[in-house]
């Protein structure tokens, strides 16, 4: 057994009592020091990370005479591959000629292994003994080491022998500094769980990988072991889906690898259902001595009382990601000690910095074991939740209120949110925790709270056309107040709920739905909420063409607004009566009703409604022949202040004012609208508004003559249609398309669309234009049957 260490060296370079050979022979101890180990091998499944591999390899290249050399500090969570991209790095390199005649020296200080740590001042002692120092000549303190490490690195570096130094694992020290070498040719590799900005480097973090590269390592690990293995060729998407689960985490992935090498018939299948119950996914990933929650445990443990508690709390919030002032609330300390507490946080990567700032998230396999670290604790977390969800609720509310409500133009206390951009801003960063706040507040039985929630968060998802999160909001607030037995709100939300159901084109539900409020509200005698119940129900009533009922259900809800002195439920009313009598011929009653809405609103001081009127009254005018007068009503409506209209809004508007501009002749001013509009309608996701406008832009081509551009839109159009499920748009169109095909000479495939359109106006219950579209079809037979080209002007 040997307790020395000899060097047997030749051909080298000398400086006083530090010897660095060019051939070194070590014959190490029988218990080396741990932080001696040489370079370790790097992973042949290396995949992803190549931007931050080539930026590593741009800084460790040699330098040029008049620069320096970066050193270069890879940080990152636990598990994203730090190390390993730095293995990948130092290799590379050293197979680089003349970047590192030297060699390397690798150290991994075990920064968060509280039994395995070592300190700056060993690896010192340790880093000095590897370059040849006698054990004898290392001196005892940190300072003395330190200035013979450098002073050895730079004459290596004079010399020609350039050495590269990798410092893995590198934990929140001041001291670190002294491992870091001084001559400005030596490279330094760095990594830490810490972002150690404190030091002068060129900073990389990892986050997670995305879903290819995460696949791509999954069928590399599983390869390299099993090279058959087609697993995830085969399974693809359930291997993206096992990616997501693992949060795109490298060290979940090759975990996961391991266990499906384990047993090569196990489905990537059977392996997603086992990840999927959030409550066991920690317990899944992990194999012998390799668990994500062994890496996470690490970190947790270097943490103080206060960060700990925060990071604890944060597994409390239901959303993707989180404001500073929210978790405050969960906290229970000023908005200002909790930022401290999250900036720590951050640092150790424990939770992520998202745009703008003062938004931050959690990985989701870290927001597991948080939520573990919390339920095995004792804490106590109730009322931080509940002030979070009352915080929530109140800033929801006040934020819907700028944002919706009446333009005011001295407001006799100053507004929480400067403007409405400012309200639209704060909704739209809280939108997901928002619907995930009032789900759990159902789904926990806390009914009062969720009622609460549903109300201004369903107004706002409902204006911006989140309709899919403004259904599940509104479903869970109808179930929350049934168990109250509050049958008030209950009409109130199911009426928001057949509002939204209508445009979804869910026109049979949406029907249902208020005539369930409706019952409620005859029931309590509530004559506010039947007004609004009703009005609502005229709106779905026009959109399945039964115009007398939707008159019939806005008059009764004018009647019951005037009863009340409710003067801008009148008006609301009023408009929408305009909008359906021009369906009966009655374009007269519509355009004063449409006039006494716009006075009303106008009295009030509500613009919004204001600028509404007038677009219908534009379009009612339009409609009467008089296009000069439309126009300047439509600009009107839209020169309101910036903000007023809700997207949805200003995008109706736009296409009825390029319907208009396109009936004044005005074809390239009517495209320019209709394009913003489009833009819009695409954005939301609203396909139907998307379809009409595709159509309207069609006829501004054809009266260009441009057919095949309008042949395009109107095909285009057409598939809008299908999908928004609007089978009289649909008709509409395909008629519309017809006309072009017949000045194209395409007779066969126009009446085909002629005759298709007719039966969906027939099936839609519009009787004189399907009655109308068959005589079209008949005049167009009967002059292709003489063999004339059908002229869709003269038929």
């Known amino acids: 057994m040997s307790d020395r260490t000899e060097n047997h060296i030749s051909g080298g370079v000398f400086f006083g009592v530090v010897v660095q050979g060019q051939t070194i022979t070590l014959t190490l101890p029988d218990r080396p020091d741990p932080a001696l180990a040489g370079l370790p091998r790097q992973s042949a499944t290396f995949t992803g990370r190549r931007t931050q591999l080539e930026q590593v390899l741009a800084a460790l290249a040699p330098p040029a005479p008049d620069e320096t050399t970066d050193t270069v500090v890879v940080t990152g969570l636990a598990g994203t591959g730090k190390t390993e991209l730095v293995l990948q790095a130092a290799h590379r390199a050293l197979r680089e000629e003349a970047w590192f005649p030297g060699g390397v020296l690798f150290v991994d200080l075990h920064g968060y292994d509280a039994e395995r740590r070592v300190s700056p001042k060993r690896a010192l002692g340790t880093l000095l003994r590897a370059l040849g ?12 080491r330190a200035r013979i490490y450098r002073s050895a690195l730079s004459a290596l570096a004079a010399a020609g022998r350039r050495v590269l130094v990798v410092l893995d694992d590198v934990p929140i020290t001041s001291k670190i500094h002294h491992l870091l070498p001084s001559d400005g040719s030596t490279a330094t590799l760095v990594s830490s769980r810490h972002s150690l900005s404190e030091l002068d480097a060129l900073a990389l973090t990892l986050r997670e990988l995305p879903a290819d590269e995460g696949r791509e390592l999954l069928g590399a690990a599983l390869r390299t072991a099993l090279p058959e293995d087609s697993r995830v060729a085969v399974e693809a998407d359930e291997a993206d889906r096992l990616v997501t689960l693992c949060g795109g985490l490298p060290l979940a992935l090759r975990i996961l690898a391991s266990l499906l090498v384990d047993v090569p018939t196990r489905p990537l299948s059977h392996l997603r259902r086992d990840l999927e119950d959030a409550h066991s996914r920690l317990s899944v990933l992990s194999r012998e001595k390799r668990a994500v929650t062994a890496a996470f445990e690490l970190s947790y443990r270097r943490l103080t009382k206060d960060q700990a508690k925060l990071f604890r709390l944060m597994s409390l919030h239901p959303g993707p990601d989180f404001s500073t002032e929210a978790a405050a609330q969960l906290y229970g300390e000023s908005v200002e000690e909790t930022e401290r507490l999250m900036l720590d946080l951050a640092r150790r990567h424990l939770i992520e910095a998202r745009e703008p700032y003062g938004r931050w998230q959690q990985h989701s396999l870290v927001r597991l074991y948080s939520g573990k670290r919390l339920r095995s604790g004792t804490d106590s977390w109730g009322e931080g939740l509940m002030r979070l969800l009352a915080h929530f609720h109140e800033m929801t509310t006040l934020a819907c209120e700028r944002l919706l409500g009446p333009v005011v133009s001295s407001p006799a206390a100053k507004p929480h949110f400067a403007d409405r951009a400012e309200a639209l801003q704060w909704l739209e960063a809280e939108r997901h925790t928002l619907v995930a706040a009032t789900i759990w507040a159902h789904k926990a039985h806390d009914d009062l709270m969720c009622v609460a929630l549903a109300v201004p968060v369903s107004r706002f998802l409902t204006e911006m056309r989140y309709l899919e999160d403004a259904r599940k909001v509104l479903t869970a607030g109808i179930r929350s107040s049934r168990r109250r037995k509050d049958s008030l709100r209950e009409a109130s939300l199911l009426s928001s709920l057949g509002v939204v159901l209508r445009d979804m084109r869910k026109l049979r539900k949406s029907v249902r739905k208020h005539h369930s409020a409706i019952k409620i509200c005859r029931r309590l005698k509530e004559h506010q909420a039947l007004a609004g119940a009703l009005n609502h129900l005229g709106l779905t009533l026009h959109e399945q063409r039964k115009f007398e009922q939707a008159v019939t259900a806005h008059t009764e809800a004018v009647q019951l607004f005037k009863r009340i002195g409710d003067r801008i439920g009148v008006a609301s009313a009023l408009i929408n009566t305009g ?115 595709l159509g309207n832009m069609a006829l501004a081509r054809q009266k260009q003559g441009k057919w095949n551009k309008a042949v395009r839109l109107h095909t285009l159009a057409l598939e809008a249609f299908l999908e928004g499920k609007d089978d009289h748009g649909l008709a509409a169109e395909l008629r519309s398309l017809a006309v072009v095909l017949l000045e194209q000479g395409c007779n066969t495939e126009a009446l085909e669309n002629l005759e298709l359109a007719a039966d969906l106006y027939h099936r839609t219950g519009d009787t004189e234009r399907a009655a109308d579209t068959l005589d079209f079809v008949d005049r167009v037979r009967k002059r292709v049957g003489v063999g004339m080209r059908a002229v869709a002007s003269g038929v």
């Open 133 to 144: 120092i006698p054990p004898e000549h290392v001196p005892p303190g940190i300072e003395d």
């Open 579 to 693: 909008e359906t009598l021009p369906e009966l011929g009655r374009s007269k009653d519509a355009t004063s009703a449409l006039r006494k809405a716009a006075k009303i609103f106008r009295k009030q001081g509500d613009l919004r409604g204001y600028a509404q009127a007038l677009g219908s009254l534009a379009k009612a005018t339009r409609d009467a022949g008089k296009a000069e007068q439309a126009m300047e009503l439509h600009k009107r409506a839209l020169d309101m202040p910036d903000g007023l209209l809700m997207p949805y809004e200003r995008a109706v508007e736009l296409s009825n004012f390029a319907g208009t501009l396109t009936a004044a002749g005005e074809l390239e001013a009517a495209l320019t609208a209709q394009q913003e509009a489009l833009g819009t309608f695409r954005r939301l996701g609203d396909r139907r508004g998307e379809a009409m406008t």
